[in-house]
DNA sequence: ATGAAAGCGCTAACAT
DNA sequence: ATGTTAGCGCTTTCAT
């Protein structure tokens, strides 16, 4: 900035002033410091203007993803992105695969850059850690799954009556043993899920056979394995409900290794790519990850120009999209 | 930091040498800094710290991506991130969606937060724009494509040696009419992809159908549509060589659209999510991001620590998966 | 309308 | 081993 002030023959703050596009520069004085400005390729260093600005912004937001190559996660980046770009501010972007620890350590090296706000797709069970940082005035917003022990928006998918739709569209089938596969019950969305086809099945005054139940699947392997399982057992299920995107996958391969694609129903909550060129094409719950990032990142920008009003929690409709795998009814053989 | 010495009671350089782990401490002092510094929840502020530091890095990179959602691009950032994460390196992700003024728009954000080095999967035709800043010291890596009238480091899949091992395939078995559907040949990864097509085709010694060359396709509709007409066509082809993953879909629509996946052979460059469990599978060229991500961010750290050497162009191998799709044999029904 | 001086949070260079 | 002073690139405050 000191080097175009001399080209331009000026002081230091009338380039300032140039920059920030404050008032008071006389045309004459504003064409020399434009002129030099483009000559010596100048840009301003916002670190360094954010630094003496009081109060001032980094222009800058952190984002915690479980992972950004995931297209869940990726979808929520690229909503929130574009909220920023709007906004003139960038994001960093960080992967935490669930771990409570890089959690914390992503949000720590989003503190040293001071970041304005933060969007946490949270792991950990406790974010007491974030305390101080909201109330020093760091804007703060939940995705996916609300904050533990803190007071702080958030913004998920309706969770349970995704799941609730999803038990009740293949009980309307007529099926009556219904299969769940769900993640680590420790995940709030898993437990959510779970609850959802335990109310529906309760609802339907069927039997709730635990045995048709199994979390703790962290892959789509893993449930291959538990549906490969089911399947094989004396009284297996006519239908089948993948609480998540892996595991739904998981669930086409075991259904085809075992050729009851046509005979046992599936469907799963989040879509997944290429679920409708699949035979049969798989019925979903879909989330809708562009409407929860853009959610999420409209209420921290309303925080972060001040907003102070109570933690809100909203809630995103999610979308049943029948397609075939969930519109199987139930057959004799393929419970005999 | 000054909160930080008061409540310490030491000066503050000592503070700082605590927080920089600089020799020199008595373990006395150390222990009281270091109280004081989680009483006080404290941390360095980078910016600040590197603004002072002579020939101070900001400790971030930014990225340049089509766009942060599509899964090559994701599966890249996430390389990256890894490499970046090694190294207390922050990443910047920005989406720029084929669009030259966005790519320099970022990258114009990019440098008014002076990242220490920039990955760009480039959509402009021309960057000497970025020349001042190379020479400026910020390191800059190309991935996807090379750099336009810049001499810069980049890293890229094998395109050619790829598009000629599908074609080759194709001909193996036994095909002689072969489509190829492409994107804008603007895009220099799709002209290499034509140019690995017609070099095998010549190579065989078979005549060059230009009716069977198809580019300019932006999405899977378009290839959809694009295919359903060369399967209306009196000499239709039998098999189909799609250079992108988002034209292999439109081509897997097209060819169920119209009973044919049985018998028209499909083979795609860029693997698809769920290649696998459609049917017939889909064999693909697959690209390895994680290798060109990893490549690319191994290549800017060693530039952003020094390294002054030529720059360099660095050739990623793409491996052909043999699904089903890629091995139908031609029928004379297909052809009739 | 313009600029000089002070200071943001921190580290370099130099004391003590 | 510890502290003091100057200054990074910028904006503020206060002159002129």
Chains 1, 2 share one sequence.
Not at 207 to 215: A, C, G, P, Q
Not at 268 to 275: E, Q, S, W
Not at 302 to 308: H, P
Request: proline share 4%; aromatic share 4%.
């Amino acid at each position: 900035m000191l080097d175009v002030a001399a080209l331009a023959g000026v002081g230091l703050k009338t380039v300032s002033r140039v920059v920030n596009a404050e008032p008071g520069v006389s045309p004459a004085l504003e064409a020399k410091v434009k002129r030099a400005i483009s000559q010596l390729n100048y840009r301003r260093d916002v670190n360094a203007s954010m630094l003496r600005r009081l109060g001032g912004k980094t222009q800058t937001i952190g984002l915690v993803l479980e992972d950004v190559a995931n297209p869940f996660s990726s979808a929520l980046h690229r909503a929130i992105e574009d909220s920023a770009r709007a906004r003139n501010v960038l994001v960093f972007a960080g992967s935490c695969d669930e771990d409570g620890l890089r959690e914390r350590e992503l949000i720590g090296s989003f503190r040293d850059r001071r970041v304005d706000g933060i969007i946490v797709v949270p792991a950990s069970s406790d974010h007491t850690f974030l305390y101080e940082e909201q109330r020093a005035g760091t804007a703060l917003v939940f995705v996916d799954r609300p904050a533990a022990h803190l007071d702080a928006d958030s913004v998920a998918s309706d969770n349970i009556n995704g799941s609730t739709a999803a038990v009740e569209h293949l009980l309307a089938a007529g099926h009556r043993r219904i299969a769940f596969l769900g993640d680590l019950p420790s995940i709030w969305t898993a437990d959510e899920r779970l609850r959802g086809y335990t109310q529906a099945v309760a609802q339907a005054g069927i039997h709730y056979d635990e045995t048709l139940i199994r979390t703790g699947l962290r892959d789509s392997d893993a449930s291959m394995h538990a549906i490969a399982e089911l399947l094989a057992a004396p009284d297996p299920p006519t239908a089948i409900f993948t609480s998540q995107n892996l595991l739904t996958i998981g669930g086409i391969r075991a259904l085809k290794a075992a050729a009851l694609q046509h005979r046992v129903a599936l469907i799963g909550f989040d879509d997944i790519p290429l679920g409708d060129v699949v035979e049969p094409a798989i019925s979903v719950v879909a989330q809708d990850p562009q409407a929860i990032g853009r959610a999420a990142a409209e209420l921290l920008f309303r925080r972060m120009e001040g907003d102070t009003s109570p933690a809100v929690h909203q809630v995103v409709p999610v979308r049943l999209i029948a397609r075939g795998s969930g519109e199987i009814e139930p057959t004799a053989s393929a419970s005999s």
